[in-house]
């Protein structure tokens, strides 16, 4: 399976941003999808998931209220619409697929990852 990350950029604070990522390769509407993000010297983060129907969202205490996780299994796309951004919103952005299996820890898929900063 592939996923592929797009629309990050550089934006000032305040403004937005939406995020894209296209998967190929694997049964999309099976699977968890999921945003992380990581900032120079520090772990990834989950930001937010959303359920394989789409019909349930959570979300990091951090970006609660700004942004927003949506899909769109008929595209095999998931989104995530960033608003209100903040300096401390920098990060290198990863997309996340994740499905449950009976015999392990289960399977996941990476993209590659976008940047976003958001700087004045």
């Known amino acids: 399976g592939q996923l592929v990350e797009s629309g990050g950029g550089l934006v000032q604070p305040g403004e937005s941003l939406r995020l894209s990522c296209a998967a190929s390769?694997?049964?999309?509407?099976?699977?968890?999808m999921s945003w992380y993000r990581q900032a120079p010297g520090k772990e990834r983060e989950l930001v937010a998931t959303?359920?394989?129907?789409?019909?349930?969202?959570d979300y990091a205490d951090s970006v609660k209220g700004r942004f927003t996780i949506s899909r769109e299994n008929a595209k095999n796309t998931v989104y995530l619409q960033m608003n209100g951004l903040k300096p401390q919103d920098t990060a290198v952005y990863y997309c996340?697929?994740?499905?449950?299996?009976?015999w392990g820890p289960g399977i996941d898929y990476w993209g590659q990852g976008t940047q976003v900063t958001v700087s004045s």
């Open positions: 996340n697929a994740h499905v449950a299996t009976a």
């Open positions: 390769g694997f049964t999309f509407s099976a699977y968890v």
């Open positions: 959303i359920t394989k129907s789409g019909g349930s969202t």
